[in-house]
């Protein structure tokens, strides 16, 4: 199959939809509207857009990525009178959460009506909506007028895509048309709430965080007890595609984690910092050593605040934040007082490192709060849980 490809480019430019962004948009949906594949920027990732309505168009979905059928996929309307007949009700911790996230980064698992097949829902007798607040999605969602069912737009096992390149790299020749958008903003996927039930549990963390869910509800939010094991511990996570070794770049990857975050407000205690930080880099450099043999290159995440300290002293430090020999490749992939430029740029990290055929990966651990929730857990899945404590 030819893949068509829609560059966005004055939305690229200036995030504005132009006349003729909006013609591409229009060819595009014309795919969705009769049963096409769709790949299409969100706000977190890319998506692999298909009619959720026709069982057809799912089962397609899954044969692209590869995916276990099993692996429900989240429905994607631009409106709340398009969610009304997917649904049983609109519970009304729903109402709430959608007044004040919606659009946006959030995921709802409500009881589907029989409208929705379960093609797109794995068989489940709930479905997972979002609306997104992404500008290109939108549009793309009203001009098809159907709900879009749309998984991360990658390859079953590989990290989500956050550019249109990386849907190529994965779906070229698989599905209809891939719309470009440019770079997504937050990186990681939506976070995903279940609130078909007496309370709300969370069931993946993402940039709309459980602090920020508790504020709106006024009550706390439970957390999938399988959101904090490791993925042996035979408990099943109510979410099902969280089960599956996501994310996972081809190389092993380790994380060195520190433990200074609890009861400090983020990083500004200057010493005691310092000197837990050079824990985490002296570990890494260890690792380093431990796993560097003649024709093998280590990948190692690092932040700003400790890209200096793996270079020698008197050394000349690149600012560019990107240092390639032919045994290591290390890179900051952000600020740890920003920790959406970590978000953004991790699953880029990966897949670069996928593309070098980096023999083995060491990441250093963040913040585990906040946003740092949905890093670590992201980060964790990739590294199949191994994580070092120091
Ligand atoms: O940010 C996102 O959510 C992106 C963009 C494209 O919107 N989409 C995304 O989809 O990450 P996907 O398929 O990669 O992840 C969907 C997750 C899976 O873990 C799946 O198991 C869960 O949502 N899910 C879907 N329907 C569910 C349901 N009815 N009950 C529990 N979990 C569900
Ligand atoms: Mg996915």
Redesign the pocket.
Known sequence: MDTEFFELADYKKTGEISLSDEEKLIRAAVFLREGGLVAFP?E????LGGNALLPEASKHIYAAKGRPSD????V?VADMESLRPLVKEIPAMAKILAAKFWPG?L?M?MEKSPKVPYET??G?E???I?M?SDKAAMELIKLSGVPVA????NTSGRP?PTTALHVKEDLDGKIDAIVDGGPTGIGV??T?V?VSGEEPVL??P?AITLEMLENCLKEAVDIDPALEKPMDSGLHP?????KYKHYAPKAPMVIVQGDFYEGCDGIEDGMKIYEELMKIVNAVKALVNENSAPGKRVGVICSDETWEYYFEEGATIPKEKIYKTESIDLRSIGSRKDEKSIAHNLYAVLRDFDDENIDYIIAEGVDPRKLGYAIMNRMQKAAAQHIIRV
Do not use: C, F, Q
């Open positions: 969100t977190t990732v890319y998506g692996n429900p996929l989240i994607h980064p995921t698992i829902t794995g489940l709930t479905v997972a979002r997104p749309a998984p991360s737009a989500s996927e939506s995903i279940d069931l993946r993402g109510k979410a099902p595609g969280m």
